[in-house]
């Protein structure tokens, strides 16, 4: 049992309202216009080939 007063974590993939971003409704978009929806929202986006990736972050800090 964790004890009451026990520090809790920040849950890493929680959006908190200081970071200014949003998840946009991206259904029924076509890849170009979901990505153009996320660059609006405040997210990096990034072009990748999905054939050629094992592990999204070897794409960012690999190359």
Do not use: C
């Amino acid at each position: 049992m964790i004890p009451p007063d026990a520090p809790r974590r920040r849950n890493p993939f929680a959006l908190s309202q200081d970071t200014g971003l949003r998840l946009p409704d991206v259904t029924d978009m076509s890849l170009l216009n979901a990505a153009l929806a996320y660059a609006e929202a405040g997210w990096y986006v990034l072009p990748t080939d999905p054939d050629d990736i094992k592990n999204p972050g070897s794409v960012v800090s690999g190359h």
